[in-house]
């Protein structure tokens, strides 16, 4: 049978999960090293190691049969692919967060100010859905110290534990989406033999961590 192809973080905070769960599925490879893909010795699929930013786009392009990325990444990108299972690892909560000495109440006293963040995509729907006319300042990093340096009046960032927000003088304000770790497949690809196949293996290896 011809192989598939899965895209998976090369490096960062999915990149370990993702290959202990292939791994616990019985497949065998090389994690990433020097190679940008990885045969699997013992199952038709190769696995590519991507920046996560680009998978929800490999994938929608079909360059790559699925992948493992977070919603919040999907959210962002606007991809049109299919969710085949989420994975409950890299849980974490996209949200606004404000100057711990600010007033804010509501996200209506967000209107006219100007919030920093990397998901411009996702913050600009919030704030429609909430009809709030608010700037949105698109940074690539170090989003929480933009409040400090008087850049903006708000941030809207990823929280896990919440010390980046406190270790920087912000607080917690609303909630814009929740996120984890999501499979997801090129459109059709969920009645292919060895998706299915794979699925069910992913299944049991998340229903025996119950
Ligand atoms: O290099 P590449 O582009 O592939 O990786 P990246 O640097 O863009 O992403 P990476 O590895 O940091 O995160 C990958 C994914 O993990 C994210 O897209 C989320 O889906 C998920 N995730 C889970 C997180 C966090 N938890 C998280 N805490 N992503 C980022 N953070 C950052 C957050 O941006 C903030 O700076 O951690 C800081 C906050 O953490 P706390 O614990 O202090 O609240
Ligand atoms: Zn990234």
């Known amino acids: ?33 020097s190679s940008l893909i990885s045969s699997v010795a ?5 696995i590519l190691f991507l920046r996560d930013d680009d998978i929800p786009e490999y994938v929608q392009d079909g360059i790559a ?4 990325v977070g919603e919040n990444v999907i959210n962002e990108t606007g ?48 704030l429609d859905d909430n009809q709030v006319n608010a700037t949105i300042r698109t940074i690539s990093g170090s989003v929480e110290i933009s409040p400090g340096l008087g850049l903006s009046d708000a941030i809207c960032d990823i929280v896990s534990t919440g010390g980046t927000l406190r270790s920087n003088g912000l607080k917690p304000f609303a909630d814009v989406l ?19 196949e794979l699925l069910q293996r992913i299944q049991s290896v998340l229903k025996a961590k119950e």
């Open 1 to 33: 049978m011809p192989s598939l192809k899965i895209a998976i973080q090369k490096s960062g905070r999915l990149n370990e999960k993702s290959v202990e769960l292939l791994k616990n599925c019985g497949l065998s490879f090389e994690n990433y090293k």
């Open 79 to 126: 991809v049109d692919v299919h969710y085949l299972q989420r994975l409950g690892f890299g849980k974490c909560t996209l949200k606004i967060a404000v100057p711990n000495d600010s007033v804010f109440a509501h996200v209506k006293d967000l209107e006219g100010k100007a919030i920093a963040t990397s998901y411009p995509v996702i913050l600009k729907k919030f």
């Open 178 to 196: 929740s996120s984890e770790a999501i499979l997801i497949g090129k459109n059709g690809i969920g009645n292919h033999a060895i998706v299915k």
């Open 65 to 68: 049969d699925l992948g493992i």
């Open 42 to 46: 013992n199952f038709p699929l190769e």
